[in-house]
């Protein structure tokens, strides 16, 4: 197979031929009450769709290779990608936020089918986005498919479509072709077939494993806790004097947040299995933004998908003791080493890495059974901290937002970070099931850091 770049510049990467086949989508909280809100994003949705054609493609799957996925030429109107529902009758703005916008108070913005044209399970639209009215306030929900981004280019998108709507087209957001260049994967790229590269692996036709656990919406919690900015940032401090361990000389408050997310997930697991053996080793998938990484180097806002996955391996005692230790002596030593095992996991996505995976994926007839990550893995935690959705100004009418939410949840989500708050704090949503959420709410370092479950 050429390694040579298709001529199409909206051809999907390798990286997204890896890419869940599913929607990221978020809900987007905004206290006006204007009656402009619902044209002006329509208007300034508008003037992105003409600097974003792909929103109006749909994903496909594709053959070559076998197992990819392409996108259509344009086929949507701006009516397609944009609705609007009137909840005013039966949803208050107001009370959901004295309740800080917890999943149940946001029931009502569930039911939001994503149609296409064709009626095709193989056909998908790249973006849907439905504002709904509530009294005193709307909710703008928002779902891109995973195949054509990811979280970071989501946030690329909200900006420019933000700027729109506070600008028209006088002084938006300067949109240019090398956003959705995806040539950089195919420069480096040669005929050799490779072996299978460390950050790839196989999966079993059947294979279930890491797949959520169903639940009836009766069974299902979903739930925020708030984390503190300033405990992290002390337990990072703390952490760093312990190091170097095992040559990793920093780590972040990202791998402090993960470590310590990792460590309450374990030992609520082991209060159902009854029994600990301190020997057993315990991994975890870590996603990893390498747009930074990456040689030649991607544009600066890139807003394709461009992330790696990594495996990060911990022994049961560490984690025992980061979550239950509290502040004995125990506590910050395991912390140490968890978290330099999550920043040794990271640093093992970088341009040599993912340049081996597109190498490979490149060279395939059939990538049907390829899939990201070193191998499969049940427990993963995805971090949305750093897309600044709180940052952006609407324009006078819709202003800023007041949060960021995900549907409500009716099967197992192990944790989501969502975008960091103004004050630095840091959200995080879980689902699961209730005898579940019950031990996982009380496990001693949680409560130890203050935190606040909504």
Known sequence: ????KPQNMDVLSPIEWMMPRSYITQIICFSSSSPQVPQILRNGLGNTLTEMSHLACEVMDWDSPKGSVALSKPNQTLDDLFSFSDLSATMDYSSSKLRNFTPPSLLELNDFPIHNKTGSTNVRPVFRARLFLARAGYFLRVSVHH???DITGLGILLKTWASHCRAGRSGAVDVTQSWRDHSVFWKTCTEAVIDLPDLLHYQEKHSSLGEPEEGSAADMVTSILILPSQQLHILKT???ELLPVNGVKWVSRGDILTAILWS???STELTFRGSSHESDIHAIRIPVNFRRCYVPPLPAKFMGAAFGVSIATAKEADL???ALSGDTEQFLPALARVSAAIREAVSLVNAQSMRNAV??????KDITNVKYGPR????SIVSWADEAVYGLDWGNEIGSCDAVRLPYLRK???PIVLPRLPNGNLEVLVSFKKQYMERFKYVKVLKSLDVNFI
């Open 1 to 4: 197979m050429s390694c040579g």
């Open 359 to 364: 190498q490979f994926l490149v060279a395939q």
């Open 376 to 379: 499969d893995e049940k427990v």
């Open 238 to 240: 703390e952490v760093i």
């Open 264 to 266: 309450s997930l374990v």
């Open 320 to 322: 025992i003791n980061v």
């Open 147 to 149: 195949s054509t981004t």
């Open 412 to 414: 197992q989500r192990y």
